[in-house]
């Protein structure tokens, strides 16, 4: 079975740039997969940040962003704030009406 | 405005029956794909199956295939996520979501508030 690879966690400091990525456990993602990226607090449903590789939800910051950085979809947050402290989810398409999730990312910002 | 909202917290013993709702608004209910995602406590997300309550298309996560029913009334715009026979590995936040129609828009959003459900004897 597909498995979705994520960092399981990340530290960044107050105004700083992270990356986090997005794989699979074999071969590369690609745009044809329509990764999407989700935020979610303790006690929180999640949140829709990007959707389609690339494309921001309505109301997100544009310091949230994503791409394809080599065989992997990744999500980079610019200028990291103290309220950016989540869990962050990818999610990736395999086709047929099937959706596979990465573990998640506990991102820290200290 | 949009909105998916689902049913309350359940605790039911294992055995049990259990069909937990969520109800769509702001839009038109058939267009549009519900997806369920298990969250079991202190863990990740887990895509569960997905219907299109226009013609209750449903597909399962192999994961999931035969170990719950995904289904929809649209007359009432609700989905339904149910199980026959509760075990204690139940016990999760269950979030539905909705996935546009379009070939190509293969996201989630908005997202329910979730539903605990507690298996326990």
């Known amino acids: 079975q597909t498995v979705v690879t994520q960092e399981p966690s990340f530290s960044v400091s107050p105004g700083g740039t992270v990356t986090l990525t997005c794989g699979l456990s074999s071969g590369s993602v690609s745009t044809s997969y329509y990764p999407s990226w989700y935020q979610q607090t303790p006690g929180q449903a999640p949140r829709t940040l990007i959707y389609?590789?690339?494309t921001r939800s309505s109301g997100v910051p544009d310091r949230f962003s994503g791409s394809i950085l080599g065989n992997k979809a990744a999500l980079t947050i610019t200028g990291a704030q103290a309220d950016d402290e989540s869990d962050y989810y990818c999610v990736l398409y395999m086709g047929s009406g099937v959706w596979v999730f990465g573990g998640g990312t506990k991102l820290t910002v200290l | 405005e949009v909105q998916l909202v689902q049913s309350g917290a359940e605790v039911k013993k294992p055995g049990e029956s259990l069909k937990i709702s969520c109800k769509g608004s702001g839009y038109s209910f058939t267009s549009y794909w519900i997806g369920w995602v298990r969250q079991m406590p202190g863990k990740g997300l887990e895509w569960m199956g997905i219907i299109y309550p226009g013609d209750s298309d449903t597909r399962y996560s192999p994961s999931f295939q035969g170990q719950v029913t995904i289904s929809a009334d649209k007359s009432i715009s609700t989905a339904y996520l149910q199980w026959s026979s509760l075990k204690a590995s139940d016990t999760a936040m269950y979030y539905c979501?909705?996935?546009?129609?379009?070939?190509?828009?293969?996201?989630?959003?908005?997202w329910g508030q979730g539903t605990l459900v507690t298996v326990s004897s």
């Open positions: 389609s590789t690339n």
């Open positions: 979501a909705r996935r546009p129609p379009q070939v190509g828009s293969y996201w989630f959003d908005p």
